[in-house]
């Protein structure tokens, strides 16, 4: 294996239909549908999509979402609000699970 | 990297030819009064190539006997020729939908403010670029100052009725990116600039129009010293869509350069790749029959009008899903 997380990869990731069809096609759809304007629109949906895509550590996903938020003309200052808000989310979660910690503690000290 | 033609055989697309002339585009010099960093016709103030009288008569003469439906006029910047006035006056009378691509800064000038009369008084269709609906982003491609002009002049055209709706004036704006990337589709980007122009600027239009930056001329130079070309390239050439081949702009227009020689479209003028049917290949020896079933010179910059949902003067080229 050459290298890890080369851009070119991201041509062949609608190639994975290849070996699952079914599954690969209905992942597709509801990929397309699920990330299209709905109630919210293309440019929210896009912003959330961006900020998954750094909390998850997804370098494809960073590419293809700064890309489309570019393409939105989403500036860089609210694509940084979108990020900030995934990371407070990321600690906001990590620290609610403090409570499952307080709860044993407070169980089990004397 | 596939070549264009080569992409097109894969579609059963090639060779490409042209189904008619619908519109018929005038670019009637290279002199402009701003030097955008994008620009693919490398326009500057000291440019010297300016559409003749007599080739402009020419025109008039093709254009009244054919049917073609709309006159576009483009540049540089079209008022900045000498004999522009005249020539749409010639036009308006004969009742043809008629273009005019202005940046519409140049209408601030004082010599130049003259054109907000003669495009009301004719129902000249106006076409205006504005990169971005935030003045940092437009400044930053199209220089200080822009932006600032660019609305005074959109609130004079808005008084006239420009940009509302009934008026039967139209002022439709032109979104390309400010950068190494794709324009988003249309109607995103559409309401996005309504919200903000009326919004922020009390500034109102008809419609927004989303064009794929070509990689040729300036913008093709910021491409190499930014070292996006490549990518860029690949971002094209990925984003291929058989479905805009049909509507291809030069399948409809026929373009015309400041000397009168014809082009498939605006981007092979730039490219010197003029019409390749065996005629002479100028308003001189125009021949409506030959050249509306044309050979089209496709080339690797094609890419430009086939990535995504397509790119042309008047916009997307197929529908949105
Ligand atoms: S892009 Fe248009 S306004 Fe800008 S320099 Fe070129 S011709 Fe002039
Ligand atoms: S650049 Fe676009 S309009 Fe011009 S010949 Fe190629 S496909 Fe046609």
């Known amino acids: ?12 990731f609608p190639l994975i239909v290849e070996d699952a069809k079914e599954a690969g096609e209905k992942f597709f759809a509801y990929y397309s549908q699920a990330t299209s304007a709905g109630l919210l629109s293309e440019r929210e949906k896009t912003l959330i999509a961006l900020a998954v895509a750094a909390t998850q550590h997804c370098p494809y996903c960073i590419d ?23 990371a407070a989310m990321q600690a906001g979660v990590t620290l609610a699970h403090a409570t499952q910690m307080r709860k044993i503690c407070t169980q089990k000290e004397m | 990297m596939t070549g264009f033609d080569e992409k097109l055989r894969q579609v059963s697309r090639f060779p490409l030819l042209a189904k008619a002339i619908d519109i018929f585009q005038m670019n009637v010099g290279k002199r402009c ?3 955008c960093r994008h620009c693919h016709v490398q326009a500057t103030p000291a440019h010297r190539e300016l559409m003749s009288a007599e080739t402009f008569s020419a025109c008039a003469k093709i254009i009244e006997n054919n049917s073609f439906s709309t006159v576009d006029i483009t540049g540089g910047a079209p008022e900045m020729n000498p004999h522009l006035d005249e020539f749409l006056q010639g036009i308006a009378r004969k009742g043809r939908r008629t273009i005019v691509r202005s940046n519409l800064v140049i209408l601030v000038e004082k010599s130049y403010r003259k054109f907000i009369d003669i495009y009301e008084k004719n129902g000249i269709e106006i076409i205006a670029s504005l990169p971005d609906p935030r003045r940092e982003k437009t400044d930053r491609q199209r220089g200080d100052g822009f932006f600032q002009s660019f609305i005074d002049i959109v609130h004079e055209l808005n008084l006239r009725g420009y940009g509302r709706e009934g008026s039967g004036l139209v002022l439709n704006l032109v979104h390309n990116p400010v950068g190494a990337y794709l324009p988003a589709s249309q109607p995103a980007l559409e309401s996005e600039y309504r919200r903000r122009m009326s919004a922020e600027q009390q500034a109102f239009f008809n419609h927004l129009f989303c064009i794929t930056n070509m990689p040729i001329g300036r913008f093709l130079t910021y491409l190499n010293q930014s070292g996006n070309l490549t ?3 690949q971002t094209l050439e990925n984003a291929f869509n058989p479905g805009t081949v049909e509507n291809l702009m030069c399948r409809n227009t026929i373009s015309i350069d400041w000397t009168g020689a014809l082009f498939d479209c605006d981007f092979n003028q730039v490219l010197e790749l003029p019409v ?17 079933q044309r050979l089209i010179r496709t080339g690797d910059h094609c890419y430009g009008c086939t990535a995504g949902l397509g790119s042309s003067c008047q916009g997307e080229l197929a529908a949105s899903e």
Not at chain 1, 1 to 12: G, N, S, W
Not at chain 2, 276 to 292: E, I, K, R, T, Y
């Open chain 1, 1 to 12: 294996m050459a290298d890890y997380y080369e851009k070119k990869d991201l041509v062949d």
């Open chain 1, 64 to 86: 293809a979402y700064t890309n489309k938020c570019l393409s939105l003309g989403i500036s860089r200052q609210e694509m940084m609000e979108a990020v900030h808000t995934g």
């Open chain 2, 33 to 35: 009064n701003l030097q």
């Open chain 2, 231 to 233: 990518e860029y390239w």
């Open chain 2, 276 to 292: 390749n049917h065996g005629l002479p290949a100028h308003v001189s020896g125009f021949d409506l029959d030959s050249l509306q």
